[in-house]
């Protein structure tokens, strides 16, 4: 191992979180080179001096006040345990259809302690954008509705997606109206589909982690003879409605 | 002989609503709570008022804690998320509201005030260089972000591995990296006439 290498690894080295062989290479290295010795004692150093001024700070602390402050709210924490939960589950929901601002790392301005078997790392990152994404698509659709009447087409019917089951028991409604999209379904999946219905999914509440097995339920379909379909893909967390109007249909052929 | 519980043996009984298996956890973590969140804030009342909530939140959900993380990380999460928070708060506090003065410099005199007191059982000069090295110490870590904050106290104070901070942190051990690497280079280079 040269110098080179080992200034790539040494942080690791010194946080020992390298591999066995890779240990052993920069450790080798390190007690012959005087340059990577003295890299790596700076950083002994500064460790040194933050535990050595943060130990000094707390020194004189009385700890007893931690236990004294928290004990007479344990009773009360205790009993209205379960009524926090579902505030804070709400708080969570308003915070992401409002779009509250985050810190710029990702950081919860609130976290919820329940919420700490979500999944670590970037996976759950992914999942906040991939939700907000699909409330973005959701607001499209609404759009959408809305300029439908000024392309002289007047909604005639409606789905209404009363909720989705997660393992969490997490449920968002999200209403949708016939939009004209002639020809093609946005999902590319299947055969062309006359009208197509894409409904944007929001799943909400804790973690927002979707059930491998997602259901929709349709509350309501109002749209005489018509063939529903309906294809979920729980990783995009979106769900594709498409309403096969057999009237239309017919006319175009 | 009295063979010492686990903390997955306190979590439970403290889910169960047993005030002292959870004191009993306090009692544990409390100073290296308090040692992570005093390095973020550098402000002893905050510190404390910070780990007394952040045991009071751990008591209220334990009864959801599934045992899939150590004890201490989830209690650090808590923690480092509340110091955050303060720290955004009063962040946002107007400057006349605040004890700040301006900038960095109004915060390096506090610092110097605080710590100048120092024992006068000692070598006055040996004093006097040991405060300023701190407060030196102090500022350099004042001018990380709160989460390059976090991740170094958590590793060179805590010496919780990558995968730990990860956790506590929520973001990748990449990210836990980069950070460490980034916090690490600006104190160097800031204490680089003392180390």
Known sequence: MNCREAERLIETFYDGELDGRSMRDAAMHITRCKRCEAELAQRERVQELLSRTIEHEIADIDLSRIWAAVEPTLEDAGSRSSGLRVAAASSRVGGLLLGRARSGDGQDESFDPASWDAPPSHARGLWRWTVAGGVALAASVLLAVTLVPQLGETPQGGVRVASEKTDLGSSATTEVARVSSPGTGSASRGAPVPEAFEVARASVGRAVRPASNKQVQVESVNFPRSAVSMWSEPASDTTVIWIDDEEQAAGRR | ?195
């Open chain 2, 1 to 195: 002989m009295s063979v010492e519980r686990t903390d997955w043996d306190l979590v439970r009984l403290a889910g169960g609503g047993d005030k002292e298996a959870f004191r009993e956890l306090v009692e544990r973590y409390q100073r290296r709570v308090l040692a992570v969140v005093m390095g973020m804030l550098h402000d002893r009342e905050a510190a404390l008022e910070v780990t007394q909530e952040t045991f009071i939140k751990a008591f209220r959900s334990i009864g959801r804690f599934k045992g899939d993380a150590s004890f201490y990380t989830w209690v650090y999460r808590i923690a480092v998320n509340l110091a955050i928070d303060h720290q955004r708060r009063e962040w946002r506090r107007p400057l006349a509201d605040s004890t700040r003065t301006s900038g960095n410099d109004g915060q390096t005199e506090d610092l110097l005030d605080r710590i100048g007191d120092e024992d006068p059982r000692g070598d006055p000069f040996e004093a006097t260089k040991d405060s300023e090295l701190r407060a030196r110490v102090l500022a350099a870590i004042d001018e990380l972000t709160p989460d390059h904050k976090a991740v170094i106290l958590l590793r060179e104070l805590e010496g919780l591995s990558y995968e730990e901070i990860s956790r506590v942190m929520q973001c990748s051990k990449g990210t836990v990296m980069s950070r460490l690497h980034y916090a690490r280079k600006k104190l160097q280079a800031r204490l680089k006439e003392f180390v």
